[in-house]
Structure formats: structure tokens, C-alpha cells
């Protein structure tokens, strides 16, 4: 039987994730209609990865006999200035799905869930690397500024990311 308090906060967890997918997918879109197929490419293997994420989450619920819930998805804006903005806002959404993570493992600690702890690792673990992957996007970024050059080498490079 699984934990009532654990089993709803995840499900508010598998929507978080469905969200981040949804906002780089919208990311994806926008850099897409800006020319920019290779940052295109990279959001969307971040929103299958997110996808993936929710996924472990409903798996998980499974496994522990638990009732998955699926709410609503809030729409996520379809613009941004730049490709940089764009960037610092997946960095920012990072932290707070980092955030999001810590307080879920503050709570299976406080409830004594060690499997939720355990799998919750995985994600502490995970979410230490896409801080790091948007924050280092976002400093190259900075440094390229204005340069078109610099920006189509961007592009180039991250369009060469491969699925994880
Ligand atoms: Fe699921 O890690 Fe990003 O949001």
C-alpha cells in the first residue's frame, strides 16, 4: 500500500515533468521558427528525457500499488527575445524542478518511505546534471553575444546532441 501523502505528491510530480516536456517543446518550437534547428533539436531531446522523467514516476506509483492521476498540463508561453532567454529560463526551470525534487525527498524522509527515498536518488542525481547542461548553454551563450557567427556555431553544436 503506498504512501497517501507520497503517492500525491508524485502524481504533482509526473505533472511537473509533463510540464517541463510541454515547455521544451514549446522552446523546440519557437527556436525552430527562428532558424535555429540545432537548439531545436536539443529541447526536444530535453522534452522526450522529461517525458521520460514522468514516466519513472507513474512506474513507480505502479510498483507500490499506488492510483496515478493525471491533471491538467498548464500551457507554457511560445516566445522568447532570444535564444539566450530561452536558455537561462530552462536553467531557472531546472532549479526549481531541483527544488521540487529536494522537498519530495524531505518528505519521504519525514515519512519514513525508504523505497521513495531510494528512488528518488536517481532524480537528485539527475537533476545535478541538467542544472549543470543549461547553465554551461547559457554562459556560451552569454559570451557569443550578438555575434551571428557565434550564435550558427552554437547551433551547430547543439544540434549535434544525441538522445540519452
Ligand atoms: Fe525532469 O528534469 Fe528537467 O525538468
Do not use: C
Not at 527562428?34 to 510498483?63: P, S, T, Y
Not at 526551470?93 to 519530495?104: A, F, G, N, V
Request: hydrophobic share 40%.
Amino acid at each position: 500500500m503506498m504512501n497517501k501523502k507520497i503517492e500525491s505528491a508524485f502524481n504533482d510530480q509526473i505533472n511537473a515533468e509533463l510540464f517541463s516536456d510541454y515547455l521544451y517543446l514549446a522552446m523546440a518550437a519557437h527556436l525552430e521558427s527562428e532558424n535555429l534547428k540545432g537548439m531545436a533539436h536539443w529541447m526536444k531531446v530535453q522534452a522526450d528525457e522529461e517525458f521520460e522523467h514522468a514516466k519513472r514516476f507513474v512506474d513507480f506509483i505502479h510498483d507500490r500499488d499506488g492510483k496515478v492521476k493525471y491533471a491538467a498540463i498548464e500551457a507554457p508561453k511560445g516566445k522568447w527575445a532570444s535564444p539566450l532567454e530561452a536558455f537561462k529560463e530552462a536553467y531557472e526551470h531546472e532549479q526549481y524542478i531541483s527544488k521540487r525534487i529536494h522537498e519530495l525527498m524531505d518528505l519521504a524522509i519525514a515519512e519514513k518511505d525508504y523505497p521513495a527515498q531510494e528512488f528518488l536518488h536517481w532524480f537528485v542525481s539527475e537533476q545535478v546534471e541538467e542544472e549543470a547542461s543549461t547553465l554551461e548553454i547559457v554562459g556560451k551563450l552569454e559570451m557569443v553575444g550578438d555575434s551571428k557567427n557565434g550564435l550558427f556555431m552554437m547551433d551547430h553544436e547543439l544540434g549535434k546532441r544525441e538522445d540519452d
